[in-house]
């Protein structure tokens, strides 16, 4: 494409959506965010041409304030559907939502509970913990075109300044915990047991894991899974030395040995910047077990749990998008089979109905 799916969208919301807004809602305009943001590949700026076939084209994230009611919204939509062409710049305006005319309407505070878990920016360390790192993302990525009231502003902008620092190391610990015991000594178990099930699963979180600590000693939020990769190679220090152990670790024709070789060649690279950073003191080498493997980063877990506050060594950090998935079961209850069907891109055999 010559012109990215943000750019078109943000030229129509300009030329064509906003006089419509303006006109017709000039209070509710004043106050809501328009930008293009939150969930879908274009909103990273990492669509291709697989991006495009569901949920993908022309499109207006709107976050309105939480007075305006469900009645408000619908005329809205409404309006603004009436007033508008058929396309825009070759773009059709009913593909990117099931609602379809390129305007997605959300209030504020219902857009941070699904994404965020909060009506608000995290106000403490307990609910910083309690925040999906994927969904930060969905909230700071994209861009914000007009936000006279600077709301919801404010909240990307207490985002982007990364975890307070409590937070990352009680985050940082959990993520060694779960690399080492569940990991790499979890993966030497399955090894000496001859167990390739149990092997292929706690492998691959093991990666995953390691990756995600990547993020972490970068100060960087990671994504969710499918576009990971992507943002890890850009990482400024840790990609260089983690990036070549990853893409060797995950082949399918790397023995499983060798697997967990790399695994804790990954422990080192992440140990070394742990400790040079000063997250942990420095220490002696240690010699790798013949039956529980490397558990290394398990030292680098204690230490930081004995010096964080005493409030925060019993919070477990929350991960996965647990408060999108609440909201998605009761948007999919809404939504007809039939559409929800043509989305998922399920078509009937032989026109079979």
Not at 25 to 41: C, N, Q, R
Not at 68 to 89: G, H
């Amino acid at each position: 494409m010559s012109e990215s799916i943000i750019d078109t969208s943000r030229a129509f919301f300009g030329e064509v959506v906003r006089p419509i807004l303006a006109a017709h809602f000039p209070e509710i305009t004043a106050v809501t965010a328009f930008g293009l943001f939150g969930y879908g590949s274009e909103a990273l700026g990492l669509d291709d041409d697989y991006s495009r076939d569901h949920h993908w084209g022309v499109r207006i994230d709107a976050l309105l304030p939480g007075w305006v009611t469900a009645v408000q919204q619908q005329q809205i939509r409404q309006t603004v559907s009436a007033n508008l062409p058929e396309s825009y710049r070759g773009h059709s305006l009913y593909a990117a939502h099931l609602a379809g005319a390129g305007l997605a309407l959300d209030t504020l505070p219902g857009f941070l509970q699904r994404t965020i878990g909060l009506t608000r920016a995290p106000q403490n360390h307990t609910e910083w913990l309690h925040v999906p790192e994927e969904d930060i993302t969905h909230v700071i990525n994209g861009e914000v075109w007009h936000d006279a009231s600077g709301e919801f502003t404010a909240v990307r902008h207490t985002l982007q300044q990364y975890y307070p620092e409590p937070v990352r190391l009680r985050r940082i610990a959990h993520w060694c915990r779960y690399f080492s015991g569940m990991g790499s000594y979890a993966l030497k178990r399955a090894i000496l047991r001859d167990n390739p099930y149990y092997a292929t699963i706690t492998f691959s979180r093991a990666v995953k894991w390691a990756i995600q600590l990547a993020f972490m000693l970068e100060r960087t939020y990671y994504p969710y899974d499918k576009w990971i990769m992507a943002h890890f190679a850009q990482l400024p220090r840790l990609a260089a030395p983690l990036k070549p152990l990853v893409v060797e670790a995950v082949e399918l024709s790397t023995p499983w040995e060798r697997k967990l070789a790399l695994l804790n060649e990954m422990s080192d690279v992440l140990d070394h910047f742990m400790a040079a950073d000063g997250v942990i003191a420095p220490h002696p080498q240690f010699a790798v077990s013949p039956t529980s493997g490397y558990r290394l980063l398990e030292h680098a877990y204690a230490e930081i749990i004995k010096k964080l506050p005493d409030e925060l060594k019993p919070v477990i950090p929350v991960w996965e998008q647990v408060h999108w998935e609440s909201f998605h079961s009761q948007f999919v209850d809404g939504v007809e089979m039939a559409a929800w069907d043509e989305a998922l891109q399920l078509k009937p055999v032989n026109g079979e109905q």
